[in-house]
């Protein structure tokens, strides 16, 4: 089905299926698992339905005992996750510790290593086109005290309703919609891209709502803020949740933000984090 035809009767289906099965209610996105080395068939079946729904599932993981930094990427592959992008904080399997840093300034100067509020974002907006992240996933070690809540979007419903107020989709489609300059700290040069774009018949976004070293075009700005305006504005169609200790989220990307939090003496907020360049396949 071509959901860039959004004047097609496909599109229009797919559409009015897509919004009506939306749900918030953790009940119905939230899995236990109780083997993260190997998941069961009733496991496999409700978390397929879930992300073909959804975009995104949450899972938990109860009493698990097993070294769990091993296990979540077992877990991630059952989920058809691979290649998982390195980064020099990641350890080698592509695992990274999501916290405050005090030990790195490089670390602390990325907003994700701090306590402050992340903006709307996908992961890896910044990427080279040629190399997106198509999913990942983030599991919770330790909570904080006060703050750290997350909300999640699927990004086909944010295109569902620009299209909705729009017919200027082809602005987000540009190759050219927003440019990241050149980094000269860790050596990453400009990368221009896209908003949203077809990978295998699958839409896939890359967009952040930072103010700060990222250049919209100029004749796309009104459609970039309309965009802006329907994610923050269409709270019906966010997802809020704050991860326990033992939960996580597995994404296709979705758009996400957080809110910002604080540790304490005796309660740091540690978050596992995988990214993938493949989408789920389960």
Known sequence: MNILNVKSDDYRRWRDRKLACFTSDMSKLMVEIKNPLKLTSSEIKLSAKIINQSNLLFFELGHYKGDIRSSLVILAKQFGMGQFEILESSEKSGLTKIEVSSLSKAKSEYIPYTNKSLNWHTDGYYNEVNDPILSWLLFCKSNSSNGGDNKFMDHEIAYILFNDHSADIGDLMDSEAFTIPENTQNGRKAVSSYVFRLLDNKLHMKFSMREKNIIWRNKIKSSV??????????????????????????????????????????????????????????
């Open 225 to 282: 803020e309309l965009l802006k305006t329907i994610i923050k504005e269409n709270e019906y169609y966010q997802i809020k949740y704050k991860l326990k200790p033992n939960q996580g989220v597995i994404s296709n990307n979705v758009i996400h933000m957080r809110s910002s939090f604080t540790n304490t003496s005796n309660k740091n907020r540690l978050l596992y984090r995988l990214r993938s360049k493949r989408r789920i396949d389960i």
